[in-house]
């Protein structure tokens, strides 16, 4: 049973054994924040700079060539079947994109997360971040699952609470971005053990990658939020878990 998770403009290549062969397949899981794609901020660019940022972001993919994308911050459906062909033609299918709403606001959010990929998909669904004690985070996942060879893949593309503060009192405001992050977390971990251990046992990798808007590694993340700790520590404990469960 194994867990990855990564964030950012990132690359992570997953080694996975095929049945009873010795040998194993890679694959490159690409993950990538791509800021109000494919307008570039809260309002609607012109068709002519909507077509250079998606040429533009295809460029970057291309060399990478990963055999899965994890978008956050797309607008839609649309715009990932574009910068899919736009990457490689007819190479990329996409998976997921979800549709979620604007908070306060009508019609469709334009920060929505989607994953690609060079494989069918099994199954794939998009799901937003629930209310929990009041405390409301934003957004929310996309999953998808993929046989690969003989091997079942999880794939979670997860966009968390920035660090934004727009008013108000700076240390309280950073404490509810960190309720936030956490609550997400905590429902991620709960979907995972929700899948693996009822209705998907088969999967036994699972990669969870994104913009989590947070670092373990800093001190400004570390002293006050247990978002990527609770994170690493939860998901080993849910993996085994269930590793247990199915044997």
Known sequence: MRCSFFGLLASLVVALALGESPESTKVRITTWNLEWFPNGSAHDATPEVQAQR?????????PINPD????????????????????AP????????????????????????????????QAAWAERWKSMSGVDPPRGFAFAWFKIGNEDIGVYSVHLKSNLIRHGDREAETAKNIGKREVAIAQLLAHVHDVIGSTMPSIKSIVIGGDFNTNHDQEMFARKERSIPSL???????LKDCLYRSE
Do not use: N, W
């Open 232 to 238: 690493m520590l939860g998901t080993r404990t849910v």
């Open 90 to 121: 007819g190479t990329y299918h996409v998976a997921i994109c979800s549709a979620f709403k604007e908070p306060f606001q009508s019609g469709l959010g334009k920060q929505q997360v989607a994953i690609l990929s060079k494989y069918q998909a």
């Open 54 to 62: 998606i040429a533009a972001a295809a460029d970057v993919f291309r």
């Open 68 to 87: 899965i994308i994890l978008l956050q911050e797309v607008r839609d459906y649309e715009t990932c079947v574009r910068l899919g062909e736009a990457i």
